[in-house]
């Protein structure tokens, strides 16, 4: 007999793809590396133009898209290896991205802080969205997000065909 402090055995674990995810978002974070590479050329001073976002503040791209797909790839790996769906992936996760971006200030103490900020940040997160996430499927949120309609007042009457 299993008690009820165990945790559930009857949920299948399902791999993650590592290379298909840490792709996925490591192009989001192109993205928004661009977005954000394209403020700091439109707000800075400078004679390059447009061409700025690439050769000028390009870098900021390159990082971006370095920080996500490492958070992807140490999630996802942690993930698949644990064979389990909880908040110490994300902590992994959000450690490695951490110790990347410390290492940017080329900066060892400063990667280990990043680590454990980024690291606790993302585990807590994770670890509180399982507590307070809902099990409720789609169809169920719809159902009650939308009126439905009123009883009438009076019972229709019976046909008498």
């Not at 900021?60 to 140490?74: D, M, S």
Request: overall charge positive.
């Amino acid at each position: 007999m299993s008690s009820s402090t165990e945790p559930e055995a009857s949920v299948a674990f399902h791999p993650k793809p590592v290379l298909d995810y840490t792709a996925a978002v490591g192009l989001q974070s192109a993205a928004v590396g661009l977005f954000v590479s394209a403020l700091q050329n439109a707000l800075g001073k400078h004679s390059h133009g447009a061409l700025g976002v690439v050769t000028r503040t390009g870098g900021t791209i390159g990082f971006f898209a370095a920080t996500g797909a490492t958070f992807a790839f140490t999630e996802a790996t942690v993930r698949n290896s644990r064979q389990k769906d909880d908040a110490w992936n994300g902590a992994a996760g959000a450690c490695a991205a951490g110790f990347l971006l410390g290492m940017r200030m080329k900066s060892i103490p400063a990667a280990f802080g990043g680590c454990a900020v980024l690291g606790g940040i993302m585990g807590a997160f994770d670890y509180s969205g399982q507590l307070a996430g809902s099990k409720e499927s789609k169809e169920e949120k719809r159902n009650r997000f939308f009126k439905k309609p009123p009883r009438p007042l009076i019972a229709p009457a019976p046909s008498t065909e």
